[in-house]
């Protein structure tokens, strides 16, 4: 069983409009990251979330993306109102207690807005 | 300007070679960690050396890390055509408690038969 699940795995949406990708760790979850790679380029850092708020974001995560684990289970990247640059692979990430900064990836949400 | 950058952005040898993948970063690190990724997958974590280690090894690997010269090395021995992926190098970037943890561009690894 995977540490982090995600969905969608495939993600299709029409420019303007609002997305939501999903990640669902199993317990002992502390530190929660999304990441997104476009299409062969590097792993970019968007957003960390510990104690149930943002600890860092990058000047990637402006205004149009939000985070929130509304349940404690479930973690959401929000995309208000997408647009064409945002097509990427989106991955979500966490740490578990008492394995230092060792992340675990789920298996990534591939986001095409047309 | 990027925290971690990877040389070189491809790499090609035949199987049973030994591969070296180098990591440069720019800021000061509580630990390095390099990943390997499969054809757009998930990041699969491989090893963690911390700033005050110089070396580590797991299994086929060895990492080595130098601090005066922020940069760190990935060595896989006897290289397997599984071993065909992508590798990154990740790092704190002197954040604490993991609050950022910053990826360089990767180096892609083909293992030829």
């Given amino acids: 069983e995977p540490e982090v699940t995600q969905t969608p795995s495939h993600q299709v949406t029409q420019m303007g409009q609002e997305v939501i990708l999903r990640c669902v760790p199993i317990s002992n979850h502390l530190y929660f990251y999304w990441y997104r790679q476009i299409l062969g380029q590097k792993v970019e850092f968007l957003v960390s979330f510990y104690n149930n708020e943002i600890s860092e974001k990058s000047e990637i995560f402006d205004d149009q993306f939000s985070v ?3 349940d404690g289970s479930n973690f959401t990247l929000k995309i208000r109102s997408t647009k064409l640059e945002d097509s990427a692979m989106y991955f979500c990430a966490t740490v578990k207690i008492a394995t230092n900064e ?13 | 300007s990027q925290q971690g950058e990877e040389d070189p952005q491809a790499l090609s040898i035949q199987e049973g070679e030994n591969a070296t993948m180098n990591c440069s970063y720019k800021t000061s690190i509580n630990n390095l960690q390099w990943y390997r990724q499969n054809s757009g997958r998930g990041l699969v974590h491989l090893i963690l050396i911390r700033s005050n280690e110089r070396e580590k090894h797991s299994g086929r690997l ?3 890390l130098d601090t ?17 992926a ?10 604490s408690s993991a609050s950022k943890i910053i990826f360089g561009s990767g180096t892609r690894l083909s293992i030829r038969p």
């Fill in chain 1, 102 to 114: 060792k992340l675990f990836f789920g298996s990534g949400t591939q986001l095409s807005v047309l």
């Fill in chain 2, 62 to 64: 060895r990492v080595t």
């Fill in chain 2, 86 to 95: 992508s590798y990154f190098c990740a790092t704190d970037a002197g954040y």
């Fill in chain 1, 68 to 70: 929130e684990r509304p």
């Fill in chain 2, 68 to 84: 005066s010269k922020k940069s760190s090395s990935l060595l896989i021995t006897a290289s397997r055509a599984a071993d065909t």
